[in-house]
């Protein structure tokens, strides 16, 4: 009989109040994955999605909650080669984060920098893989140009914002309050716009003396469809990643032909392995070194035991944090004797 570990599921579709501590079995690790004892495990809006039952995992996946882990390798499923137990991972799932031991396969994770904490690299998959696919590969952002990135005091971007700067991008924010504001541009951001007190496209436009930005990163959707269409530049690139104000708008799609746009989206989380081992070579290759400059960092709002999931649900729903919220999953729980699990 498999050992137990507690994790997170939702009882039902709702808010918060349906997540559950329940007890589950101790995963075991399949051909190339490999068993992780989870020390952190990073909160997104995916996860609020699959609570509020509009987010189901893909087939094959598990039905506890969480995209992405750090913690420990505690064994290794057949053909591993790039981890040995004792190695500090972080690393994408598509689901089963929020728990005490998790299986990911070895070439969606990537080994925890030095001197990162785990609540920190908890904070790294999901952000930055998504950041990078949608804003460095389908859009193409390149140094020199402006970026118009929508929720700048998000976990997606905060994370945007570093790592545009660092390559060579002028960024443009979007943010719900003055305090978020100031936030992002102690981030690096050049302009930060309110976009409850004025009009994010006017605004926009005058940060670039009228041309309107290179690349815009959207996850808001609905009226902004149409509006980032009339913002983007000639020969401009909309990334959508997330439709938090719904996927439906009324469009004049005059712009998209006037102005050449190119206007690209994607998920993350049904992605074949293979795709995001890519990608994670790709973040080795070209962000890893970042962080180890210091120039780009998993930005921490709060962190929040396993057992009170339900108020880090309830953080983010608020909308009031900046960065990531972050499970601090607890560390003491027994390892089960591997024998009991063969």
């Not at 981890?83 to 990537?110: I, K, S």
């Not at 943010?175 to 978020?180: I, N, T, V, Y």
Request: charged share 25%; glycine share 10%.
């Amino acid at each position: 009989m498999s050992a137990s570990m507690k994790a997170v599921i939702a009882r039902e579709a709702g808010g918060p109040e349906v997540l559950s501590v329940v007890e589950r079995p101790w995963p075991a690790p399949g051909e190339g994955e490999v068993l992780v004892r989870v020390h952190a495990a990073g909160v997104n809006r995916p996860d609020v999605m699959q609570r509020e039952g509009a987010y189901p995992p893909p087939p094959g996946a598990s039905d506890i909650l969480g995209l992405e882990i750090a913690g420990k390798v505690e064994d290794c499923g057949p053909g591993v080669t790039r981890f040995a137990v004792g190695d500090a991972v972080m690393g994408l799932v598509a689901g089963g984060a929020y728990a005490e031991w998790a299986v990911v396969h070895e070439t969606n994770a990537l080994k925890v920098p030095e001197g990162m904490s785990f609540i920190e690299a908890a904070a790294f998959p999901e952000t930055y893989f998504t950041v990078w696919s949608n804003v460095f590969e389908r859009a193409r952002l390149a140094a020199g140009e402006t970026i118009l990135i929508h929720g700048g005091a998000s976990g997606i971007g905060t994370t945007a914002i570093q790592l545009a700067v660092a390559r060579g991008a002028r960024v443009i924010v979007t943010a719900g309050s003055p305090e978020k504001c100031a936030a992002c541009l102690k981030l690096g951001a050049a302009v930060a716009i309110d976009y409850k007190r004025e009009d994010f496209v006017e605004a926009a436009r005058r940060a670039t003396d009228g041309r309107g930005p290179d690349v815009i990163l959207d996850m808001v959707g609905g009226d902004y469809i149409q509006r980032n269409l009339d913002a983007v530049a000639v020969d401009g690139r909309i990334a959508q990643i997330a439709f938090q104000h719904g996927p439906r708008a009324d469009l004049n799609l005059t712009p998209l032909l006037m102005k050449r746009i190119t206007l690209t989206g994607s998920t993350l989380r049904a992605r074949p392995v293979e795709m995001k081992a890519a990608l994670a070579r790709a973040l080795e290759r070209e962000v890893l070194p970042l962080l180890a400059q210091g120039r780009a960092r998993p930005v921490i709002d709060t962190t929040f035991p396993l057992a009170a999931v339900a108020d880090a649900h309830r953080r983010i729903d608020s909308g009031a944090h900046v960065g990531k919220i972050v499970l601090d999953v607890n560390e003491g729980a027994v390892v089960p004797d591997r024998e009991t699990n063969a």
